[in-house]
């Protein structure tokens, strides 16, 4: 697993006290989204189809800490967006350090090398950058040429300048398999401390719909990468029952509150992924007054085609407390990679559209990709 025993032995402290508190929901990772603007357009990013006006507006140095404060979950995961487009972010990175929270800083890294000096290296910070595979994948992915070996250096130079380095993986539909066990003995050789994967989320708003994955195709490419992986010790940054859940060995109902959203708008219902039910004004009311039980597989059409890390991880690690036999068991053999899967979800179908009082929401062909928005 690509992550310290530090990091390990604090979040599992942090789990054992909210348990010994009889907590049945707690935040794991605070997912911090401080703008919506990026400097890329990749085709399967919803991130960015807002209005300018929109991508524009920034969340305070006192806000993002605010919600650190107000959320107290243990890892702070900065998304966007790019945030290092964000200028106030070296001074949300340093409180979030004073704090003793985990921070990953996730980054495109086209900005790395420009702002890489304006943050401490620290076992409190990670750079998580994004990589969806090898050099023709990613730049196909981001639409943009040149990208990867833009990262690829970044990766080196932070990890020179003593900066903790992770990679953050998303497949989308024709990934082949070999490909992607190519890529991680690549990442792996670059001396990255972890791998995040997770199959994209289809987004309404992603410039192209063909490229997102159901569940069964994501538990057969899984399975593919993983007999591929047996024996090669690759940093994966996740819990091994989350692995077996990829892989089609585990049955699990999302955990939205185990990564909530603090974004330009609010305390985003119910997850990281989709805006459903609105936002709360604050993280109490996100928890308290959350109808959790509409969403999740089976539960709501978005939720259809999910098995995301930011939904799951958390359900994982609930089920390794519960069943630490079991995970001991998936630790020690890995995953398994034949024999039969665990049933499909349900699928949940979309209400027929009503004639009034629809929710409006900004159509594909309007947004305009040529152009990386940049402040």
């Known amino acids: 697993m690509g992550i310290p025993l530090k990091q390990q032995y604090k979040i599992g402290s ?3 006290g909210q348990k010994l508190r009889g907590n049945k929901r707690y935040p794991l990772v605070l997912m911090l989204e401080p703008l919506f603007q ?8 919803g991130k960015i189809a807002y209005p300018n006006d929109i991508l524009a507006q920034r969340m305070g140095v006192d806000e993002c800490l605010g919600a ?11 998304a966007g967006g790019e945030p290092l487009l964000h200028k106030g972010m070296p001074e949300v990175v340093a409180g979030i350090i004073e704090r003793k929270r985990f921070v990953y800083l996730c980054t495109n890294a086209l900005l790395a090398r ?5 943050y401490e290296p620290s076992p409190y910070l990670t750079f998580s950058i994004h990589l969806d595979g090898n050099r023709e994948s990613h730049d196909a992915s981001v639409c943009q040429e040149g990208v990867f070996d833009r990262a690829v250096d970044a990766i080196e130079k932070l990890r020179d300048r003593g900066h903790r380095v992770n990679i953050n993986c998303t497949l989308f539909q ?26 994209a989320f289809d987004y309404e708003g992603a410039a192209r719909q063909d490229i997102f994955m159901g569940p069964r195709t994501i538990k057969d490419l899984f399975r593919k990468i993983f007999h591929r992986g047996q ?9 091994g029952l989350y692995l077996d859940f990829l892989a089609g060995n585990q049955d699990y109902q999302c955990t939205p509150w185990g990564n909530p959203t603090r974004n330009i708008f609010g ?10 039910g609105g936002y709360a004004p604050s993280f109490q009311a996100l928890m308290e007054e959350t109808d959790w039980e509409k969403y999740g597989l089976g539960r709501h059409p978005k939720c259809n085609n ?43 179908e979309p209400p027929e559209p009503q004639e009034t009082g629809e929710v409006a929401r900004i159509p594909v062909e309007s947004i305009d990709r040529s152009k990386p928005n940049v402040s």
Not at 38 to 45: I, M, V, Y
Not at 311 to 328: C, I, M, W, Y
């Open 14 to 16: 942090y789990i054992i």
């Open 38 to 45: 990026c400097n890329l357009a990749c085709e399967g990013c």
């Open 68 to 78: 650190v404060d107000e959320c107290g979950a243990p890892v702070v995961s900065i």
């Open 114 to 118: 420009k702002r890489m000096d304006d």
């Open 174 to 199: 024709g990934e082949d398999p070999d490909d992607i066990a190519a890529f991680f003995d690549y990442v792996k050789g670059l001396g990255v401390e972890g791998i995040t994967v997770s199959p």
């Open 231 to 239: 024996g090669k010790e690759w940093p994966l940054s996740h819990s």
């Open 267 to 276: 305390w985003q219902r119910p997850c990281y992924l989709h805006a459903d």
């Open 306 to 348: 999910c098995m995301a890390h930011c939904g799951f991880e958390a359900s994982a690690v609930e089920d390794t407390f519960r069943h630490p036999l079991k995970a001991l068991g998936v630790a020690l053999r890995g995953q398994r990679t034949e024999g039969p899967m665990v049933a499909d979800p349900p699928r949940k």
